[in-house]
C-alpha cells in the first residue's frame, strides 16, 4: 500500500505552502486519491520533489561528485581564532558545518551570506515513523 499525505503535510514536506499544493492539485501537476479530505499519493509526491529538486536555481555553477547541496542561508556563525562553527538554513533544513576560522574569512561568510553546503559522505541514516 503506498502512503497517501494530507494537503498540509505534503505541502510540508516539499516546503511550499498549502495552496501551492492546492494550485498543483488544480492543474494536474498532482494526483489526489479518493480519500475525503483528498489526499496527495507518496509516489507522487516524491517525483514532484524530484522535478522541483532539478528546478531549484543552486548559485554555484561547479560540475561535482556530490549530489548533496544544500543552498540556503547562513544564520549563525561561531568563530574563534583558529575554528568556526557555521549554521546554514535550506529551506527546513538545518545543516551545520565546522570549519576553520580562515575559511570563514575567505569565503565571506556571515549572517545573511547565500551559501551551499555540499555533502559527501558514505554513511547515511535512514528511519521512518513508527506505524
Not at 26 to 38: I, N
Not at 101 to 124: C, Q
Request: glycine fraction near 6%; aromatic fraction near 2%; charged fraction near 20%.
Amino acid at each position: 500500500m503506498v502512503a497517501s499525505y494530507k494537503i498540509s503535510q505534503a505541502a510540508r514536506l516539499l516546503g511550499v505552502s498549502d495552496d501551492t499544493i492546492r494550485r498543483a492539485v488544480d492543474q494536474g501537476a498532482l494526483p489526489v486519491t479518493d480519500a475525503s479530505p483528498a489526499e496527495i499519493p507518496g509516489d507522487a509526491l516524491a517525483r514532484r520533489a524530484v522535478e522541483l529538486a532539478h528546478v531549484a536555481q543552486d548559485p554555484t555553477d561547479v560540475l561535482s561528485s556530490a549530489r548533496n547541496r544544500f543552498t540556503g542561508l547562513v544564520t549563525r556563525v561561531v568563530a574563534d581564532e583558529v575554528m568556526a562553527q557555521v549554521d546554514i538554513q535550506a529551506g527546513p533544513h538545518r545543516v551545520v558545518s565546522l570549519m576553520s576560522a580562515e575559511a570563514v574569512r575567505d569565503l565571506g561568510l556571515e549572517v545573511g551570506s547565500l551559501a551551499v553546503a555540499v555533502v559527501k559522505a558514505t554513511t547515511v541514516i535512514v528511519e521512518t515513523p513508527r506505524p
